[in-house]
C-alpha cells in the first residue's frame, strides 16, 4: 500500500490537460455555432429588409450588422447584396450574403478554431418596388458594405 501513495495524484496530473482540452473545446464549439447562427439570422434579416425595399446598400447592411449581437462585438461582417435577374422590378431574384470570421472565447484553441470564415447566402425574390427598381439595386450592380 505504501508503493501506490501518490499514484491518484500521478494519474489526475496526466488526465487534467485533457480534460481542460476537452472543456475548452465544448465552450469554443458552442460559441463558434451561436456565431454561425447570428451570421445566418444577419443574412435573413437583410434579405428581408432588401426584398421590402428598405434602402440602399447601406442602409440594409448596417440593419442588418446592428441586428448581429454576437459577431458584430467582435469582428466586422461583410453585407453584400447582389442581384441575380436583369432587373429590380416585383418578382426579381436577388442574394445577400453575409461573412464574418471567427473569433474564439477563450484563446486556448485558436489554433484549431482560428482562421475560421462564418458564411451564409440567401437567394430572395424582391417584394417591392412596383415601379422601377429598387434602391440597393444600383442598376443591376447590387453592392458591399463592411460593418464599422
Request: charged share 20%.
Amino acid at each position: 500500500m505504501k508503493n501506490q501513495r501518490g499514484a491518484a495524484l500521478v494519474e489526475f496530473a496526466v488526465v487534467l490537460p485533457l480534460l481542460i482540452i476537452l472543456l475548452f473545446g465544448i465552450i469554443e464549439a458552442s460559441w463558434a455555432f451561436a456565431q454561425q447562427n447570428d451570421v445566418r439570422h444577419g443574412t435573413r434579416e437583410a434579405a428581408r429588409l432588401a426584398a421590402t425595399n428598405y434602402g440602399d446598400v447601406t442602409a440594409v447592411a448596417q440593419e442588418a450588422c446592428a441586428r448581429m449581437d454576437l459577431v458584430y462585438a467582435h469582428a466586422t461582417p461583410k453585407v453584400t447584396l447582389t442581384p441575380k435577374s436583369a432587373d429590380g422590378t416585383l418578382g426579381g431574384l436577388a442574394q445577400v450574403e453575409v461573412e464574418a470570421g471567427l473569433t474564439t472565447l477563450t484563446g486556448l484553441l485558436d489554433g484549431v478554431f482560428g482562421g475560421i470564415d462564418l458564411h451564409s447566402v440567401i437567394e430572395f425574390r424582391l417584394e417591392q418596388p412596383y415601379e422601377g427598381e429598387a434602391d440597393w439595386w444600383n442598376g443591376g450592380a447590387g453592392g458591399a458594405f463592411t460593418c464599422t
